[in-house]
């Protein structure tokens, strides 16, 4: 199953921790696309902000599940969680321990893992990765 990651964009000053985040996501089983990783690196300034989104919708629609990692509301991650759900897309969230999480964003999705230690996301995503897939075939 493919998952499109969506996590913070610090202008590229975060790039080891997105691709982390990635291995993560490929430990437990899942193929991983990164749109910050995966197109925005290359193009690195769209046109405007409409292209920007009609292509992150196009990435969401060939990918079976949406992975947001929840720190708090960002405006295009929230965007992108917006369009997995009206296309029907599984949705993890997942968030460190004691953040608070609106149940309006729990309502869009299909799981949320709490995490100590961002590891510990590995296991649940094992499950997952495993109960989906068995969906899909």
């Not at 590229?12 to 985040?21: I, Q, R, Y």
């Not at 993560?24 to 910050?36: P, Y």
């Not at 296309?87 to 969230?93: A, D, M, S």
């Amino acid at each position: 199953m493919k998952v499109y990651i969506t996590a913070t964009f610090k202008g590229g000053d975060n790039k080891e921790e997105v691709e982390h985040l990635c291995s993560l996501v490929r430990a437990s089983g899942f193929e991983d696309f990164c749109f910050i990783r995966d197109v925005e690196q290359y193009q690195k300034m769209f046109d405007n902000a409409h292209e920007l989104m009609e292509r992150a919708k196009e990435e969401i629609e060939k990918c079976d599940v949406l992975f947001i990692e929840y720190t708090g509301p960002s405006h295009g991650r929230m965007v992108e969680l917006g369009m997995a759900y009206a296309l029907g897309k599984k949705v993890i969230l997942i968030t460190k321990k004691g953040t608070f999480v609106k149940e309006t964003i729990r309502g869009v999705t299909d799981a949320v893992i709490e995490y100590s230690e961002l590891e510990e996301i590995v296991d649940p995503m094992t499950k997952l990765c495993k109960e989906w897939g068995k969906e899909v075939e």
